[in-house]
């Protein structure tokens, strides 16, 4: 079982920057390094999207076309903490964020087990 509780969000106007964290809740750090971590995004009226994810040892990262270049996922195993570096914001990157953990998959093709509660990013012009 793991519990993902994200923090960080907020507004900001365009051209700004946030840091988003997740903590997981896990038995063990050992336990925290078999998920692969990822963020994603839902936006008012539309589907939840893939945004970035990181592999278990985070030697491999991958991002939406979207925000390459904008945004950055990183994690500390030894504090179950995933994180998303987000400069440069965009009006459309206004949507709620979630934190998500999948032990299979990597990428866009993550099909999560575990969810966090999302968190809110606003984005003013």
């Known amino acids: 079982q793991v519990q993902l509780v994200e923090s960080g969000g907020g507004l900001v106007q365009a051209g700004g920057s946030l840091r988003l964290s997740c903590a997981a809740s896990v038995r063990t750090s050992r336990t925290f390094s078999r998920y692969v971590m990822g963020w994603f995004r839902q936006a008012p009226g539309k589907e939840r999207e893939f945004v970035t994810a990181?592999?278990?040892?985070?030697?491999?990262?991958s991002y939406v076309d979207s925000v390459k270049g904008r945004f950055t996922i990183s994690r500390d195993n030894t504090k179950n903490t995933v994180y998303l570096q987000m400069n440069s914001l965009k009006p459309e990157d206004t949507a709620v964020y979630y934190c998500?953990?999948?032990?299979?998959?990597?990428?866009?093709?993550?099909?999560?087990?575990?969810w966090g509660q999302g968190t809110q990013v606003t984005v003013s012009s």
């Open positions: 998500a953990a999948d032990p299979r998959a990597y990428g866009s093709v993550m099909k999560p087990d575990y």
């Open positions: 990181i592999s278990w040892s985070g030697g491999s990262t």
